[in-house]
């Protein structure tokens, strides 16, 4: 889905757009034989099949959200040269976001796949972009060599050079330790519980890795 609208205001032409996609019955892997959450520390015989360690199913019942609005200017300056700006906002919700494999995001909990509900880490936020476009003057139809002979034109004209700049938001961080099976279900590299607010407590500038939250 994408509604948009054109206007031309003076010598600039405005876009506006909105573009929204939903998608369904992605897939993710799931351990069936994984333990369920206890104070009990990790075992096999937590497990629902104890010959057996981990037993991956590739499941299609992941979701994905991606909402976003679009802005950009295009100013033009006689029939060379083009320059355009933009902004995006975006914001793209998923379980099965941080995908590593084309089989599927590997969830944490393999009963809770909501838990895995977050921003997809590969959109950015804000993206703001401008570029120009300048066509050379040279060949047919342009100030210079226009006629110069058959082929001259058809060599020296068309060509153009540009200029393209891209700056956006960064990246997403999702915390994750390599200590002890907290949950006990034999899984490590575990996500952390946020017990805080999530605000840093100290100003900017007076920040660091080791702080509290």
């Known amino acids: 889905m994408e509604p948009h609208c054109r206007t031309p205001i ?16 992605q897939l993710y892997q799931r351990d069936l ?4 959450p206890s104070l009990t520390p990790s075992s096999s015989t937590g497990r629902p099949y104890q010959s057996y360690f981990n037993i991956w199913w590739l499941g299609d019942g992941g979701t ?3 909402n976003a609005l679009e802005v950009s200017a295009t100013k033009t300056y006689g029939k060379d040269l083009t320059f355009n700006a933009g902004w995006t906002w975006a914001k793209d919700i998923t379980d099965v976001g941080d995908s590593v494999t084309i089989r599927g995001n590997q969830i944490q909990n393999a009963f809770d796949l909501k838990a895995e509900r977050g921003n997809n880490i590969d959109t950015p936020t804000h993206r703001v ?6 066509s050379l003057p040279f060949g047919r139809g342009q100030r210079f060599l226009g006629n110069p002979g058959p082929w001259l034109p ?7 050079t540009s200029c393209n700049t891209v700056i956006q938001s960064g990246e997403f961080f ?3 330790f390599s200590g002890y099976d907290t949950a006990n279900v034999g899984v490590f590299y575990e996500r952390p519980d946020r017990i805080g607010s999530g605000k840093l407590s100290a100003p ?4 660091s890795t080791t702080g509290s939250i």
């Open 154 to 160: 058809g060599l020296l004209g068309g060509w153009t």
């Open 33 to 36: 034989n994984q333990p369920l």
């Open 129 to 134: 972009f401008g570029y120009a476009i300048y």
């Open 174 to 176: 999702t915390p994750v």
């Open 10 to 25: 003076g010598t600039i032409g405005l876009r506006a757009s909105y573009v929204g996609t939903l998608s369904l019955d």
């Open 204 to 207: 900017p500038g007076r920040r």
């Open 64 to 66: 994905e959200s991606f």
